[in-house]
């Protein structure tokens, strides 16, 4: 086959590939004609029969090279077994306790809660379908911590609570049978709307009553 014209309008060529013999498919000009190249030169017209167009693109690498950095990017699948929470933790969830000693530590300003465990002996609440607490009173009784939590490298929030709360599960126990008998604070909270005046979102947080030493 000979060149149909050496001087191709290279305007209209989309890729040429400099050296090689490999075949490499250019531009389309029309239905039947095209730019293509073969055996290193580059013709105008009719392909040949078997002549297969080799498809390269010039972004092939560098999304390899993007696909590779995001790789690298990845989170780490860890191999560390995953805590498993035992029954006693789940009810201290469920049932409304862990909202108490959060109210005892953080609201109740009237209770001392520094460097203590904070257990809680009763209460009288129920949960709303939203998920909050709605307390009419509870009690509780602290001690101070001889023990420690010791937290395993990248531990999620959660089970940092897990492990915390199964140190303080063992100190009181400890403590209780040595015959430590602990603080006692009856708390009474309310569960308020803060933007209730305002028409707008409800706000939700809890207000102390009355805190009384027992």
């Known amino acids: 086959m000979t ?15 400099r050296g090689g013999a490999s075949a490499m498919f250019i531009t389309r000009d029309d239905q039947d004609k ?7 030169s580059t ?3 009719v392909p040949p029969a078997g002549f297969l167009p080799r498809r390269t693109s010039t972004n092939t690498k560098k999304k390899a090279v993007i696909q590779d950095a995001s790789a690298d990017k990845r ?11 035992d029954a006693a933790y789940i009810s201290y969830v ?14 109740a300003q009237e209770v001392p809660t520094d460097k203590r465990w904070i257990d809680v002996i009763s209460l009288d609440g129920y949960k709303r379908s939203d998920g909050r ?32 709360w199964k140190t303080a599960h063992e100190d009181i126990e400890n403590q209780r049978r040595n015959g430590v008998k602990g603080t ?3 708390i009474w909270p309310k569960l308020v709307d803060r933007n209730q005046a305002k028409g707008k979102k409800p706000k939700w947080e809890y207000k102390i ?3 009384k030493r027992l």
């Open 43 to 45: 013709y105008y017209g």
């Open 34 to 40: 095209r730019y293509y190249r073969m055996n290193g």
């Open 3 to 17: 060149k149909e014209n050496s001087k191709y309008d290279t305007a209209n060529i989309s890729y040429v590939e």
């Open 133 to 164: 607490w709605v307390f009419n009173m509870f009690t509780v009784e602290m001690f101070p911590r001889k023990l420690r939590p010791k937290y395993p490298d990248n531990i999620s929030d959660e089970d940092k609570k897990y492990i915390t």
């Open 209 to 211: 009553v009355e805190a």
């Open 75 to 85: 989170p780490a699948i860890s191999t560390k077994p995953k805590i498993k929470y």
């Open 184 to 186: 006692k604070y009856s």
């Open 94 to 107: 469920e049932n409304g306790e862990s909202a108490a000693v959060f109210i005892t530590r953080d609201i």
